[in-house]
């Protein structure tokens, strides 16, 4: 069971235990509920691409999501499409979503599809307020922010930051040109 889940369920008085000054939460054990009282999650689909020649794959992902969500028990509220970057930080749509406190869980095609940084930045603040987002292609890994520090030799950082600017890059500028262009001066670099 997901840490979301386990908390949700401490919320409700769903699970017996009591909670520690710093907020630990000693579980002793399950409360008995009355028949028929399970709730459902809540969820929103988020489906995003980044440009409107896109427009098939995004119904194409609306559609796995939809299948995704009823496969696993949610209750859809709402479906959301959006066209725009990851790196955007005026998807008006993506806001939209983000200020509704009627739903329990976000669920997307990958994080990505969300954002590309800082993730377990807003996974934090969506679990302080009982929500999560739960992508479809998901390893089922808890995201940890540690996961993004570069750890190693000088070396090993710089071809680590150098490997994930090109990606940046690359995803930034497309392909064609710009791309040969990004690859020939990193590669520059790396001589």
């Known amino acids: ?3 979301i889940t386990i908390y949700k369920h401490w919320q409700a008085g769903n699970i017996e235990g009591i909670q520690l000054p710093s907020g630990t939460i000693l579980v002793s054990g399950w409360v008995e509920q009355e028949a028929g009282k399970d709730e459902k999650e809540l969820a929103i ?16 992902q609306t559609g796995d999501l939809t299948n995704f969500a009823h496969e ?13 970057t990851a790196f955007s930080d005026h998807r008006t749509k993506l806001l939209s979503i983000l200020h509704r406190t009627d739903w329990n869980v976000l669920i997307v095609e990958d994080i990505d599809t969300l954002v590309k940084f800082s993730f377990p930045y807003l996974e934090v603040v969506l679990r302080r307020n009982g929500q999560e987002v739960v992508a479809m292609n998901d390893s089922g890994e808890e995201h940890n922010p540690e996961d993004h520090i570069i750890a190693g030799t000088g070396e090993q950082e710089l071809i680590a930051l150098i490997t994930r600017t090109r990606a940046l890059m690359k995803n930034l500028l497309g392909v064609g040109n710009a791309k040969q262009s990004i690859e020939k001066n990193i590669l520059g670099l790396l001589k």
């Open 72 to 84: 696993r028990g949610y209750e859809v509220i709402d479906t959301i499409e959006e066209v725009g």
């Open 45 to 60: 689909i988020y489906s995003r691409v980044s440009s409107n020649n896109q427009k098939v794959k995004l119904k194409r």
């Open 1 to 3: 069971m997901a840490y």
